[in-house]
């Protein structure tokens, strides 16, 4: 399979080290830099703003992948776009008018995404898809880093990629269908055979361990195991 992302997430960073930790993951292959943002309403956890993503993107030319975890949401979406985010994705249970947040970010200049919560029904993708430039699937319930992956997100996953080739057959573009939650390289090639093409990971890729050639080691990893991963919709 071509085309893959690997977007290792700062949450699980060391923040004290941000900087130079952004350059080592890009350093070591990474992608996208995914950027996870929380406002302890819409999820119970606190974390990161735009300052900080102001702070590191002079660190690195790789691509901002901002996931917003907050309520309400448009407020920030131009503090984003200004700091230097070059995705803003959030979920359309924090926005009332989620056509109106997905225009507000392409009007800041951003790649506009939607996010998916385990139990958030894929009805909401139904009158926005060409609005769309990325659809984020949560296999964990948000608000915390480390968790396992939920396997019932490899379902979701694959009924998200059906719906992504039959709008993009019609209509053309692109849209990406991203996956946070547990990626670790033991599981990212189902998730990718599920029909996923940019895969985010944090303590997976922040917590390697040196002797198993750090961050560069656990990328090396999941690449090959992306290589082995099957076409989307070839059986096993």
């Not at 960073?13 to 941000?18: E, I, K």
């Not at 997100?153 to 709008?167: E, G, N, T, V």
């Not at 990718?192 to 985010?200: H, K, L, Y």
Request: charged residues 20%; proline residues 6%; aromatic residues 4%.
């Amino acid at each position: 399979m071509t085309g893959l992302r690997i977007a290792p997430s700062i949450l699980s960073a060391d923040f004290a080290r941000l900087g130079e930790e952004v350059e080592a993951v890009v350093a070591a292959g990474a992608d996208l830099i995914h950027f996870d943002v929380m406002d302890n309403h819409y999820v119970p956890n606190l974390t990161i703003g735009p300052a900080v993503c102001a702070a590191i993107r002079p660190r690195t030319r790789a691509r901002i992948d901002v996931h917003l975890m907050v309520k309400p949401v448009d407020a920030l979406v131009p503090l984003f776009a200004k700091a230097g985010a070059d995705i803003i994705s959030f979920h359309p249970e924090a926005s009332e008018h989620v056509d109106r947040t997905l225009t507000l970010i392409r009007e800041n200049g951003c790649r506009a995404g939607l996010v998916l919560n385990p139990a958030t029904p894929l009805h909401c993708l139904d009158h926005v898809m060409g609005r769309l430039d990325l659809i984020l699937v949560m296999s964990v319930n948000p608000g915390f880093g480390g968790q396992a992956f939920i396997p019932e997100a490899l379902d979701k996953i694959a009924a998200i990629r059906q719906r992504i080739d039959r709008h993009t057959a019609r209509h053309g573009g692109e849209i990406w269908l991203e996956v946070d939650g547990g990626i670790k390289t033991g599981n990212i090639r189902a998730v990718a055979e599920a029909g996923a093409d940019t895969f985010v990971a944090g303590s997976a890729i922040f917590g390697a361990p040196d002797r198993d050639g750090g961050y560069r080691g656990v990328i090396a990893d999941m690449r090959d195991q992306l290589q082995r991963a099957l076409p989307v919709g070839r059986p096993a």
